[in-house]
């Protein structure tokens, strides 16, 4: 089954993150570059996501999962080795109508972390349903290669063209013939 594409804003959502090793230092780092909302529970850091933690002011609580700890969040990622400890989150994770995603275990996911491409405002998301994160990786890569340093700045003109111009179809029209020339000019440039 492949999952809904979707984005979420998660300026008003509180994130739990179980685990504190690499794999946790990975999703760590793709949610930070969207909220800083996010609290740790983990009796053990790696040295990155103990980083982190340090950078961004994270709430930690240095200490094994409890029952009950989801409570207060919408969203809870588990990144930890233990599948048992993994289906038990996401089972308690229902009864709180909180968001579950559990590493390498697809069974125990309401999502999944695609391979992410965040440059300014563009955000880009590319996902294999979990058969293939290395050709994610591998079509991250080849993506990222093909945008235009200077995305941000382009997009943030554009924003302020949509803000300033009345709704309908000149505007529709006008805006998508700039963002055509756009990326014309930078695939003769490039």
Not at 55 to 71: M, T
């Amino acid at each position: 089954m492949s999952y809904f594409p979707t984005f979420l804003n998660l300026q008003n959502r509180k994130i739990l993150l179980v685990g504190g090793g690499l794999v946790a230092s990975v999703k760590l780092r793709h949610l930070l570059d969207f909220t800083t909302n996010i609290s740790v529970i983990a009796p053990i850091l790696c040295d990155e996501t103990e980083r982190l933690i340090e950078a961004h002011s994270l709430s930690l609580a240095q200490r094994g999962y409890e029952q009950g700890d989801v409570a207060d969040f919408d969203i809870v990622v588990v990144a930890v080795d233990n599948i048992a400890l993994q289906a038990e989150i996401f089972k308690e994770s229902r009864g709180y109508n909180c968001l579950c995603n559990c590493v390498d275990a697809t069974e125990y996911c309401d999502f999944i972390f695609g391979s992410t491409i965040k440059k300014d405002d563009l955000t880009i998301a590319i996902s294999t349903s979990g058969a293939s994160p290395a050709v994610a990786k591998v079509l991250k890569n080849y993506f990222e290669s093909c945008i235009p340093s200077d995305i941000g700045i382009f997009l943030q003109e554009m924003r302020a063209l949509r803000e300033k111009l009345p709704k309908g179809k000149e505007r529709m029209k006008m805006l998508q013939e700039k963002a055509q020339e756009y990326i014309k000019k930078h695939r003769r440039n490039g």
